[in-house]
C-alpha cells in the first residue's frame, strides 16, 4: 500500500535555514560574479521561498534582502551600493548607515551591474583582438 499511494507527508525539501545555507554557499565561494551565477542563485532562492510558501513554513513576504546582497562578490557589491545610493534607492537608518532597498530594487541593480560588466568583457575582449 505504500508502494501504491507513497507516505503519508512528504519529506520535507526545504528549511527556512535553506535561504541562509544558499547564501553562505556563495559567499564561500566568493560571491556571485557573473550572470550566469546569478540565474542560478535567483532560481534557487526562488524555489525555495515557493516551497516555504506552499506548505506554509513563511507566510506573505520574507525579507531575505540582505542574504541576497551577502550572496554577491565584494566588487559587485560596491558597485550596486554606490549606484543605489546615487539614486536615492536607499534609505538611511538613524544611525547614518544605509537600509538595503526590497527585493524587486535590489534584484534590478544586480541585474543591471551583471550586464555592464558583460558588456565591458565583450569590449575588453573585441579590443584585445
Known sequence: MKRRW???SPERRYKISSIN???TN???EGGIRNMTQYKTFIG???SIINYLKRYQYIQ???NQDQEIFASLSSSVQ???YKEMIKDKE????LDGGYIIPRLEILKLYIKQDLEAR????QKEFSKAK
Open 26 to 28: 556563495y559567499q564561500q
Open 118 to 121: 558583460v558588456l565591458i568583457q
Open 44 to 46: 534557487e532562492y526562488e
Open 90 to 93: 536607499m534609505e538611511q537608518a
Open 21 to 23: 545555507q544558499l547564501s
Open 6 to 8: 507513497g507516505t503519508v
Open 60 to 62: 506573505g513576504d520574507i
Open 78 to 80: 560596491k558597485s550596486i
